[in-house]
DNA sequence: CGTCTAGCCTTACGCCGTAAACTTACACTG
DNA sequence: CAGTGTAAGTTTACGGCGTAAGGCTAGACG
């Protein structure tokens, strides 16, 4: 039995292995139940071993959360640019929602240093796009400060509330528990506040996405008749 | 000598001593800084003895939290409904700017458990204002969605990136440091961002404000275009 | 064959949150 | 007054965290 049969022959640790499986786990049970230990345990090694490929815990999480970056689209120049923007974001969007630990940090980084490149191109490729439309620099500052806080912290926002509601206890339906919240609620204090969660109970399947485009719509024509106005 | 004369006689603890001296460590050193023993310390104290004032940390840390969101103004309802609005975000943004640490827990909280009073409060003075002004049920849902996510998202976003300019270094100067971004920047390959950088270094102070209502004008002016078309 | 080196492991340190058991101080009751 | 109950603070201890320091081993290369 020369191969791999026994438990000597491993394979061996890379950084790409170490990512992926930090990626995963995170994934599974969010970015506070990634630790270096259990990290090293599902890749059948020691804890130490793991900064042999990273320098330390912030450096993992840094690469990890560039990764998720990376995943978004950034399309090749179209004749829309209301269309290129929005297929952006709504990438970006969908890019964050798989991975639901990541937009808190792109948002508030914990180890500070130079912007990582993924970052980088995504920022140049909007402040691009909204500059060869026409936009001036000005209006260009403020377009995009308005787009990209709007697409890291809605996200983070739709997450925050879907998150909650999903951890409250074991079941997963969202329907369900806000049902229970509206149940609890002291209806006569808060009116409007359970009528507002009712919707929440009877609103379609995709809602976020449905909700996440609404408010990216009044930016984006807000934005395209203050440029006519210009 | 009878008085207090003695370090035996030490002013007792109380839960708003103790969420007090919480706040502000958290103020000075970021939420990450907050930690039991400290806290016990700051206040003569051992670390356990803070646990007959709060159940556990995750308490505590909601306590500060719900202290913060209770500072946000509620303008009672005058005539015009984007200028009570506008006031609320705006002090809802200045509580959070005062206490950097309490948005990204106010957005994405730890602990899961019932919304807090301070919370639902303000949820539903937002709601009312809308649906009192004429919104229908369908379009004020979309719309606090947007008005609350532009809120505490654009806030949490604005302050990831002061402060990732203010810690980098010792120095908090942030044209200083935007500058020195600058110059390690590969502008040949970056000629939009290092334009937006340009105009950040040149940007009057208080920008962030205009900024955020810049935002929030986009979403208010549409809101009322979305309430006259409906 | 000897030596170098990269990758992994072991041990250890100082933090963290907090359970459990204790001491103390005081208020109330007989 | 003594006796007792209770609330507040302390001590000790446990398991988990990130990671510094150093040891071990297997293959590469002269």
Partial sequence: ?????????????????????????????????????KLARELGVEAMSLYNHVANKGDLVDAIVDLVVGEIELPSTGVDWVADIKR??????????RHPWACGLVLSPGTIRALPAPRLRYMEWLL????????SPELTYHAYHALDSHILGFTLWQLGHSISAI???????LAE???????QLPAADYPYLAEHAQQHVTAPSGDGARQFEFG????????KRARETA
Same sequence: chains 1, 2.
């Fill in 1 to 37: 039995m020369p191969a791999d049969a026994d438990s000597k022959a491993r394979t061996p640790l890379t950084r790409e292995r170490v990512l992926e499986a930090a990626i995963r786990l995170a994934d599974e049970g969010g970015i506070e139940s990634l630790t270096m230990r």
């Fill in 88 to 97: 952006c974001a709504v990438s970006a969007h969908e890019a964050l929602l």
């Fill in 128 to 135: 691009k796009r909204l500059r060869e439309t026409g936009f």
């Fill in 167 to 173: 951890d409250v206890d074991g079941s997963k339906d």
């Fill in 177 to 183: 528990l806000v049902d229970k919240f509206l149940r």
């Fill in 216 to 223: 990216l719509d009044l930016i984006l024509d807000g934005l």
